[in-house]
């Protein structure tokens, strides 16, 4: 007991040796930043489970706190956020197809001590190959402190463990941070949860909609409008720090791209150009803006400094060229043109040089995005309906990977294992958000307060 | 609109100006002589605004109609132009605005682009019959203002459009 009490208490001080801080910057919402703590290496043995993920069991009980003390995170206190927490983490694993997760409405609560010294017995005979603890710590200052640690049953042992503090609004992002340690832990992949959405959120009949810009983070929390609909909003896109969106407007009766500063609340257009804007894509690095203008009825892809200045113009031909995606190391990018006949995806490098095209399967293909890993190219394919597909960046290895009416506008969750899009319903119109997996698996709907339509999903938050 | 507005005012100004002169005129005014009573005002709707051009050209010449991802100017679309065009020469003070639209079957993007070159497409054949490019606005809402609600080849293809709007 004597040496329990000591492991916890030399955790629990952790924060103060600190070496990796994450400054994280401007708030986004009335939030702040996380600090990801460094608790020194967890043990890393290998995990002992050798068979399909999709079957682990993992327990996550509630999470546990030293002391129940009130935080403007919620109206209850510590204890009580410490389950909301553990619900989180249940429900971003479970709603992604992610192992077998069992949440704390089902389990016992552990106690403060047990989160670095779990009661083996009490967890042994539930069915769960892995288990979950963590604990939430209300500070003098306001914020949160949020230990999570992984354990393997089979060897007794921890796998991983991670801590960080976070401003009480942001409670739910070290929810989302402890299932990105987990399921990277588990499966090796790279993390997404800990993420945001951009999306045009939409009500009103067919033929008179109201569309509104909205943001929300990867579990459809935290939602919240950003314009009011008295102008149409389409297509935004985060910029990868997370500060700006830009979108396309019609505030002044065209069709045209602004720049939106999340913490000022100031947008401005991209380009002073009286012509019309589409289109507009951020380059991975954050320091580009592509967009597209039509002059004269003919549009090209542009590039601008996410500063401003000058735009140089990338594509010169009589056919529609529009949209555009950067390869992850910003060198080259995928675009749409007709120039052909039809929409059809091409490739060029980021100085518009080299313009060769990549689609030749049948059908027309549009909105290619390139994954974040690099590997794969998503984009529309109309061939009849509209469905989401992936090929290699070098034009082969077509997927189709859903079966909808229409299903269009790919975008990458930022890990580049889920795909998410909007689906439209023939004759009523509606339109709603939806994901599947890079293996055409766990198709469903991510749940949004009205209809959804052009999503855009963030990098991890920095 | 506005026009005939100060016009009223500044007949309504010269009538009070008159009225102010106190000096009588040293001669009479002639007697009135018969004069066929002045044309009654005009009640129909005002020149440039939009129920005066669907009146004066018919509303089935004011919206030209696209083949599916096409934007040619075809023989019938050219004869609704003309039609739009003897009215735009008429009343050469009126400005308009072609609106290019396209079904709901496309990508968004690719769409808005392709309304902007359907609008496009109807204003260079007015510019090239003689109406100046400087009267012409265009914008385009790709498939964001449909006018067919259905989701079938008739309804699509009524919104594969370029419609002209005055800007009264």
Sequence with gaps: MKYVLFAAVALMAAPLYAQNQQDLGQPLLEGGEVETIDEGEGLSGSVSFEGNLDDLGIAIPGFATDRDVATPANASGTAALGKELARVITSD???NGLFKPTGPDALPQPGFSEITAPNWPTWSNRGAEMLVHGYVRGRSDDRLTVGCYLYDMALQQELVR??????????????HKCADLIYARLTGESPFFDSRIAYIAET????????????????GANHRFITTGRSTALTPRYSPDYKQLVYLSYVDGNPRIYVYDIGTGRQTLITQSSNPTFAPRWSPDGRWILYSMAVGGNTDIYRVSARGGESQRLTDT????????????GSQIVFESDRSGSQQIYIMNADGTGQRRLSFFGGRAATPEWSPRGDQIAFTHIAGNFNIAVMSPNGRNLRTLTNGWQDEAPTWAPNGRIIQFFRTERNS???????????G?????????VDASDPAWGPILP | MNTRVATGLMLASTIALAACQKKAPEELPPPPTETPAPAPAPTGPAVGSQQHFVSAVGQENTVVYFDTDRF???AEDQSKLQRQAQYF?????????????????GTRDYNLALGERRANAAKNYLVSIGIPANRIRTVSYGKERPVALGSNEAAWAQNRRAATITIG
Excluded at chain 1, 165 to 171: N, S
Excluded at chain 1, 318 to 329: F, L, Q
Excluded at chain 1, 442 to 449: G, I, K, V
């Design chain 1, 318 to 329: 009589p056919g529609i060229d529009i949209g555009g995606s950067y390869s992850p190391d």
């Design chain 2, 72 to 74: 040619n100017i075809d």
């Design chain 1, 429 to 439: 119109g509606k339109t709603g958000l939806w994901q599947v997996d890079l293996t």
């Design chain 1, 162 to 175: 991670e801590g960080w503090v976070v401003q009480p609004a942001d409670w739910r992002r070290a929810a």
């Design chain 2, 89 to 105: 020469s008429q009343y050469s003070q009126v400005t308009f605005t072609i609106e290019g639209h396209c079904d709901e079957r």
């Design chain 1, 93 to 95: 694993l479970r709603n």
């Design chain 1, 204 to 219: 009103g009949p067919k033929d008179n909609r109201t569309k509104r810009l909205a943001i929300m983070d990867s579990d």
């Design chain 1, 441 to 449: 698996d766990n198709l469903r709907r991510l749940p949004t307060p």
